[in-house]
C-alpha cells in the first residue's frame, strides 16, 4: 500500500530524516515510536506531502508522490490526517466538519454528504453532537470528530500524528477505542505514538526511529520483548 | 425651541447635513474600494511570489509612508497634470480614500490571515482541498471575523479624513462649515457642529465595535 524508498528530508541544512525506509501493507496497522526529535512526525507528515520531500520515493496505492506531474489533491483525499492538536474548523459545527470535503471535493450534495456522515458520528460516539461548535467539545470528542471528518472521504490509509498526546489521561481511552475499531475493520494506518499499550496491542508491526532513521523495525513482541538495537533498548527502558 | 433652533448653532445645519451626505458618500465608496484593493494587496503581502510581495510591500509602505493630505493633492492636481485631464473633485476624493484606507487594510488582511492557525491550513489540505478551497472556506472566514474590530476602526479613521477634502474645495462637512462661516463670522458655534455631528457618527461606532470585540473574544 504504502512504499517508502530512501526518504530523506531537510529543512535547510538540518537533515530531519537521514534515508527511511518503509513498506507498509493493506490493512496493517504500522507504529512509529521514538524519541521527540526522531523525525517520525515529518516522515507521517511526508506520507501526503505536508512535508515537502527532499530525495527519495514515496508511493502511495501504486501512485509515486514525488512525480511532480502527481495530483497531490487527489491522493489526499484517499489518505485521512489526525493531527495532535485536532484541527478542527471551528467556524463550522460537528456535522459541516465532516461533510466539507465530501461536499467540496466529492461534489456530493448537502443531504447526501450529511447522510453519511451521521453513520461516522455514531461509529466514532457522537451521534448527539451534530449540530455542535467544537468549543464545546472536550478534547477526545475533538480528536473523535477529526477522526471522523477524516474517515468521510473514505480514504485508504489513515495516518496518526501523535493523536493521544494533547489529551487529559482519562481521554485518551475513548480515542484510542475508535482506533482499534477501525484496525479490526482492517483500515490500514500508520500511527506516530507514545502510546506503547496501543502499539503493544493493536499494532502489527512497529518501527523504532531515532536520529532520522529507522533503527529497528518488527513485530511488537520482538520490539517490546526483545529489543536489538541498544537505543531501542535504552528508550523502551525510559518509557516503559 | 423657537430660539433653540434660530440660534447661531442650528443655523448652519443645512449646510452641514449636505456636506455630511458627502462625507458619508466619500467614506463608504472610498471603503469599499479600499477593501477590494486592501484584500488584494493584503494577500500580495502573504505572497510567496517575490514580485507580487515586493509590489504589494512598496505600495503599502509609500502610502503609509506618507501624509494623506499629500497622498489628496498628488491625486487631484498631479495626476490630473500628468494624464492631461479634469479628474472630478469627487473622483479623487474616493480614489484618495481608497487608496489610502487601502494600504491600511492590506495590513490588517495581511495580520488577520496571518493569526489563524497553521493547523488549519494543514487540515484542509490535507482532507484534499486545494490551497484557494482552503483560504476560502476555512481560512477566510476565521480571518474575516478578526478582521470585523480593526476595520471598524479603519472606518472611523477614514470618515475623520475625509475632513482633509476642504483642501480640494470637495463640499463635504468641514469645507461646508468654512464656507457659512466665512460670511456669518460664527465659526465657534459652526465648528461645534461639525465636531458634534462627528462624534454622533463616530462615539456609537466606537461603542458597537467594542462590543463585537469582546463577543468575539470568547
Same mark, same amino acid.
Given at each position: ?13 538540518? /537533515? ?75 467556524? =463550522? ?91 479490526? /475493520? ?8 507514545? /502510546? =506503547? ?11 523504532? =526511529? ?6 529497528? /523495525? ?23 | ?15 452641514? #447635513? ?9 467614506? @463608504?465608496?472610498? #471603503?469599499?474600494?479600499? @477593501?477590494?484593493?486592501?484584500?488584494? *494587496?493584503? @494577500? ?10 515586493? #509590489? %504589494? ?11 494623506? +493630505? ?13 494624464? !492631461? ?35 488549519? *491550513?494543514?487540515?484542509?489540505? %490535507? ?7 482552503? *483560504? ?10 478578526? *478582521?470585523?474590530?480593526? +476595520? ?8 475623520? !479624513? ?22 456669518? @463670522? ?30 468575539? !473574544?470568547?
Amino acid at each position: 500500500m504504502i512504499q517508502v524508498k530512501d526518504l530523506h528530508k531537510s529543512f535547510g541544512k538540518l /537533515e530531519v530524516l537521514k534515508g527511511i525506509n518503509a513498506n507498509i501493507e493493506e490493512k496493517e496497522v504500522v507504529c512509529v515510536i521514538g524519541p521527540s526529535g526522531s523525525g517520525k512526525s515529518t516522515f507521517l507528515r511526508c506520507l501526503n506531502l505536508l512535508e515537502e520531500v527532499t530525495s527519495g520515493e514515496v508511493i502511495i496505492d501504486g501512485e509515486n508522490l514525488t512525480d511532480p506531474k502527481i495530483d497531490i489533491n487527489s491522493i489526499r483525499s484517499r489518505v485521512g490526517m489526525v493531527f495532535q492538536h485536532f484541527n478542527l474548523f471551528p467556524h =463550522m459545527t460537528v456535522l459541516d466538519n465532516i461533510t466539507l470535503g465530501p461536499r467540496k471535493i466529492k461534489k456530493m450534495s448537502k443531504s447526501e454528504a450529511e447522510a453519511a456522515a451521521l453513520p461516522l458520528l455514531e461509529k466514532v460516539g457522537l451521534s448527539d453532537k451534530a449540530s455542535v461548535y467544537p468549543d464545546s467539545l472536550s478534547g477526545g470528542q475533538k480528536q473523535r470528530v477529526a477522526i471522523a471528518r477524516a474517515l468521510a472521504m473514505e480514504p485508504k490509509v489513515m495516518l496518526f500524528d501523535e493523536p493521544t498526546s494533547a489529551l487529559d489521561p482519562e481521554l485518551v481511552g475513548d480515542v484510542l477505542e475508535v482506533m482499534q475499531d477501525l484496525a479490526k /475493520e482492517g483500515m490500514t494506518m500508520v500511527v506516530v505514538t507514545h /502510546e =506503547m499499550g496501543f502499539a503493544k496491542e493493536v499494532g502489527n508491526r512497529v518501527l523504532f =526511529m531515532d536520529e532520522g532513521i529507522v533503527m529497528e /523495525e518488527g513485530s511488537p513482541q520482538q520490539i517490546f520483548d526483545n529489543p536489538q538495537n541498544s537505543r531501542t533498548q535504552s528508550f523502551l527502558s525510559k518509557v516503559l | 425651541m423657537e430660539a433653540l433652533l434660530n440660534s447661531d448653532y442650528m443655523k448652519p445645519m443645512p449646510y452641514l #447635513l449636505e456636506g455630511l451626505l458627502y462625507t458619508l458618500l466619500i467614506t @463608504f465608496v472610498g #471603503l469599499f474600494f479600499g @477593501f477590494v484593493i486592501g484584500a488584494i *494587496m493584503g @494577500f500580495g503581502r502573504l505572497s510567496k511570489n517575490k514580485l507580487i510581495y515586493g #509590489l %504589494s510591500s512598496i505600495y503599502v509602505e509609500i502610502i503609509r509612508g506618507t501624509p494623506l +493630505l499629500a497622498q489628496i493633492l498628488f491625486i487631484y492636481f498631479g495626476l490630473s497634470q500628468l494624464l !492631461d485631464i479634469n479628474m472630478h473633485k469627487l473622483v479623487a476624493a474616493i480614489l484618495a480614500i481608497a487608496l489610502n484606507a487601502g494600504a491600511y487594510i492590506a495590513e490588517i488582511v495581511r495580520g488577520a490571515v496571518h493569526s489563524v492557525d497553521k493547523g488549519q *491550513m494543514e487540515a484542509g489540505r %490535507s482532507i484534499g482541498l486545494t490551497k484557494t478551497q482552503t *483560504m476560502r472556506y476555512i481560512i477566510w472566514p476565521q480571518a474575516f471575523k478578526r *478582521m470585523i474590530p480593526p +476595520l471598524g476602526n479603519q472606518f472611523v479613521i477614514s470618515l475623520k !479624513d475625509t475632513s482633509l477634502f476642504s483642501a480640494i474645495a470637495v463640499g463635504e462637512m468641514v469645507y461646508q462649515a468654512k464656507t457659512y462661516y466665512a460670511t456669518t @463670522f460664527t465659526p465657534f458655534e459652526t465648528l461645534s457642529m461639525v465636531c458634534l455631528l462627528y462624534l454622533v457618527i463616530t462615539i456609537p461606532t466606537s461603542l458597537y465595535l467594542r462590543r463585537i470585540e469582546r463577543r468575539l !473574544d470568547v
